[in-house]
């Protein structure tokens, strides 16, 4: 059994081959639980920013798997509210479990966590830099409904400069030689740093401003809402996906989102 013994900030800290192998570990696991393999293990769910999924998917895993939970869900219940820093708590935090789950309004606070202990950090959301456990599980969807990673065509639309899921997922399709499709509105295309990165490895990737532009190219749509709690200026969304701007769109094409979906995709 492969286990986590490092921190896990960015999808960049694990191979083609490692994310491979935890894809394939977690079909074994849909199609039987492995039982109480954490038994014992405390796994400590630390959430300073609003979470549904993330928390309590990880949370239901741990308990699936044996393991017991610690944690918060909101910042103002703990000693951050008395000026405590994230180092402090983190190095305490470290010292009660086998594993910190944070998520975290600041870019760079799980770095700075990983700092802090020795106890392995996993990324739940960084501010507006990343979201590696979401790109396990958006790669993990994608492997199932198109048969493979290798050579996709994906588009993501929407907010591209401060949607985390989009720069995690896009550094994971650059490892898998995807082509990648860029639309968002003027002023919310991906960073400046995420494309050089992009371009160094030789990733083939392009800017639109509309759907259309390549409805008929994309085997997946990625579609994230308007980041409004992240923004300073006050761009407003544009994109609703309808049956009407998916037409011309592959058969096999399939719309994926990180959620929470607020009004991008029409319930249709
Ligand atoms: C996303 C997040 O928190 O970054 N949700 C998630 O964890 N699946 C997406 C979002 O908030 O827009």
Redesign the pocket.
Known sequence: MQSLTRSFLSIGDLSKEEIIRFLDMAALFKEASPGPILKGKIMASCFF?P?T??RLSFEAAMKSLGGDVIGFSESATTSASKGESLYDTMKIVGGYSDVIIL?HPKEGAAQLASEATTTPIIN??DGSNE?PS?TLLDLFTIRETQGRLEGLKIAWVGDLLY???VHSLARAAALFDMRMYFIAPEGLDIPTELKRELKSKSALFSFHRDVKEVVDEFDILYV??M?KERHRSQSEGKYIITPEVLKGAKETAKVLH???RVDEIDRS
Do not use: D
């Open positions: 920013e979470s999924r993330t998520r739940a959301g979201h979401q949607g985390r899921t994230t809402r980041q990180p959620l929470p």
